[in-house]
Every structure is written in C-alpha cells, then in structure tokens.
C-alpha cells in the first residue's frame, strides 16, 4: 500500500502556521485521524506480535523434526522419537534477545541475502524430496530442510519485531523525555566491532518482549491453528476495510454510488469470510487444547 493514499488535504498554510502538531514523524501533513487509526494501530501491531511468536512456534518444530528425523535415521521408523519442543524455544528466544539488541537489525543488507538464500533452499529440498518420495517411495532425509527454515525464521522474527520496539521506545522517550533509563545511552567499546551504545530501557524492554512471546508460544504451540488464527483477524482489517475506506475518502466517493455500493459488500463479504476462519481456527484451537499439557508439546 502506498504511503501517500494515506493522507488527506489539507491548507499548507494552515498547517505551517499551526506547527508541528500537524505532521507526522516524515514532516508531511497527518494522516486521518481518530478512532479508525487506533483501531487500524490495533490490528498492525497485533498482528505483528503474532508472527513473531508464530516464528517461535515456527522454528522449534523445524528443530524438533530435524532431531526426531535423525532418531528415525537412526533407530529404524518404529523408533518412539518424540522430541519436546519447549527446548528449542528456549535455545530461539535465547538467540532472539541477542540479535534484539544489535542496532538497525532491519537495515542489514546482508540479512535480505540470508534470508532469500534459506527460503530457497528449503523450497528446494522440499521440492525435491517430495519427488523422489513419490518416484521411489524411499524415505527421505529432512535434516537440512529444518535448519533452513530454522535460520530463516530466526532473521524474519526480528525483523517484525522491530516495528514493535520502534512504536513503544520512541512513544516512551516522548512521554518521560527527561528519564535517563530511557534516553540515556552509553558508549562500550567493544575489541574488533568499535564502540557499541547500550540504553538499559532497550536493553529490558526487549529482553522482556522476547521472554514474553516465547512464554505464550510454549503455551499455544498449535501452529497450524494459531497461524489460522492470526491470518483470519488481520486479513479483514488491514487488506480489505482500510484499504476500501482509504480509497474512498481519498477519491471523495459519493455515497450509495455504485463503485461504493459494491465496494462496501466486497468489505462486508471478506468480513463474512475471516468470522469464518477465526471461528475454525479457535475451534481447532479449542480441541488441542482437550488433550493439552500445558509445556509439555511433543513432536
């Protein structure tokens, strides 16, 4: 979606003499306020949580199977390999609370590189073992297509986190500009990488933001359900109301028009559709959890 379809008109003098208090962080004239940007606010951010613990959940069964399919290799497919995720989580989140603090994260060239190289390869191997599943029925190794997914994942994650840790230190350092747990950065100078800044706030909030996440993906580790879930509450919201409703502010649409008319039952019909696949996935969600131990999933 383009940034400009959402800002409205607005009298560059009126805006100029009024001050800042009318742009946005980028200098230009603010977006559509009021209830629907809170609520559009609600859905980004939530969503976005989401996928980082869906990650989680992600990469502690790639690391799983990885472990269960060379049991299998190794004691024969009769085996009992069942492997407890919550391990893997914890070794993840581990990973994730260091790679939380390097600076600019999102901004790494070399981490767009890693990450199409892994999705590949692990698109690859899949591919490839599917066809030789179905040309020669032999069982097939699955080793290395977990690890793929496992580092891609780990990179991802943090790149959907970092709008979540931009919104909430940027909203503290406003609020209490004069605390120096929040504002105050200090300089370590680290041998062979140069001097590194650490702010203790940072340092908490995201520490405490990865335990979180993990905790909550080590209590709801039914991924297919939970993915289900996820993709049903945002798709609605943020592919298919604000879009319309942005679109139609910005071409000034007459209303009960006949572009409008069909433009708001697309919107309602898509609503129909994820009220659907919410009620499945929590349903799914609601029959694991019948036979769930709570931090005790297996694979």
């Known amino acids: 979606m383009e940034k400009e ?8 003098e009126v805006v ?48 799983a199977a990885v472990r269960k399919s060379n049991c299998f290799h190794k004691e024969g497919h009769h085996a009992k390999c069942a492997t407890s995720n919550n391990p893997y989580m914890i070794i993840f989140a ?35 073992l599917s066809m030789a599943k179905v040309a020669g029925g032999a069982h097939a190794r699955t080793s290395l297509t977990g690890v793929t997914i496992g580092v891609d994942v780990s990179g991802s994650e943090k790149v959907f986190c970092q ?30 990488y140069g001097v590194y800044h650490v702010n203790f706030f940072r340092l908490v909030w995201r520490t405490a933001y990865v335990i979180v996440t993990a905790v909550v993906a080590m209590i709801l580790p039914f991924f297919n359900d939970f993915v289900g879930l996820i993709g049903a509450a945002s798709f609605w919201p943020l592919t298919v109301y604000f879009p319309i409703e942005m679109y ?38 609601v029959n694991s959890l019948r036979s769930y131990k709570p931090f005790k999933t297996q694979q």
Not at 104 to 126: E, H, P, Q, R
Not at 168 to 192: D, F, G, S
Not at 258 to 279: E, P, Q, R
Request: with cysteine; net charge positive.
């Open 163 to 192: 709008p979540t840790f931009s919104f909430v230190e940027k909203k503290c350092q406003q609020h209490w500009p004069e605390n120096t747990l929040i504002t105050r950065e200090y300089a370590l100078n680290i041998p062979r």
């Open 16 to 63: 100029f003499e009024a001050g800042t208090e009318h742009l946005d962080d980028d200098g230009r004239p603010k977006r559509t306020g009021g209830r629907k940007v809170q609520l559009c606010g609600l859905a980004q951010y939530g969503n976005l949580i989401g996928i980082t613990i869906g990650y989680i959940i992600t990469a502690s069964i790639s690391m």
């Open 5 to 12: 379809s959402l800002y409205v008109e607005q009298d560059p």
């Open 248 to 285: 139609i502010a910005r071409s000034k649409m007459k209303k009960f028009s006949f572009t409008w008319t069909w433009l708001k039952i697309l919107s309602w019909a898509c609503l129909v559709v994820s009220l659907v696949a919410a009620a499945g996935s929590i349903q799914g969600m």
């Open 94 to 128: 581990c990973i994730q609370i260091v790679l939380s603090q390097i600076p600019d994260f999102d901004k790494l060239s070399w981490l767009s590189i890693v990450a199409a190289i892994m999705s590949f390869t692990y698109s690859t191997i899949g591919l490839a």
